[in-house]
């Protein structure tokens, strides 16, 4: 089984996550530093849940087994990408076409992911046992997901053989 989808919307990565015991409960609460993904997450839970009905999923489905995760995040070009004068929204021959500043594409991955498991997409998030993910510059930011149940064939068991 694959899904695939686009968020239309600005990637945003997953804060580093802190921990502190709550004295009035005595629990301890987890938070994270980076408020703004919250959008992005909602972003995701969105379009995931989109795909699924859309591929005749019902909510309750997930993903099981080893899954493959590709995911292309889309950041907006700067304007010094772009010519100007006769050239203007031409993007120039020598602008970069991977992102290489800041989110680093672990966060943007980390963040997604969340979202995902939210979405009830897959299980947890540890099923993912192969990740193949860019970071690429567009005129707008997005992202495309596809995920994909990793098929696994019974293999022959090898033979052991003895030396003497």
Request: charged share 25%; hydrophobic share 35%.
């Amino acid at each position: 089984m694959k899904i695939s989808f686009t968020v239309n919307d600005i990637p945003q990565p997953g804060g580093s996550k802190k921990a502190f015991m709550n004295p009035k409960t005595n629990r301890i609460v987890v938070t994270e530093d980076c408020a703004a993904n919250a959008g992005w997450r909602a972003s995701v839970i969105y379009s995931a849940k989109l795909a699924k009905a859309a591929g005749g999923l019902t909510a309750d489905h997930r993903m099981y087994g080893p899954l493959c995760l590709t995911i292309r995040f889309y950041m907006r070009r700067p304007g010094g990408h772009y010519g100007t004068g006769k050239n203007a929204g031409k993007v120039k021959k020598n602008a970069p076409v991977y992102h290489t500043t800041r989110p680093d594409l672990t966060k943007l991955t980390r963040s997604t992911e969340d979202a995902l498991t939210l979405a009830g997409i897959w299980g947890d998030d540890s099923q993912v046992a192969v990740q193949i993910l860019h970071k690429l510059y567009a005129a707008t930011s997005f992202a495309e997901i596809e995920i994909e149940e990793i098929e696994i064939t019974p293999q022959k068991p090898k033979e052991k053989t003895h030396e003497n």
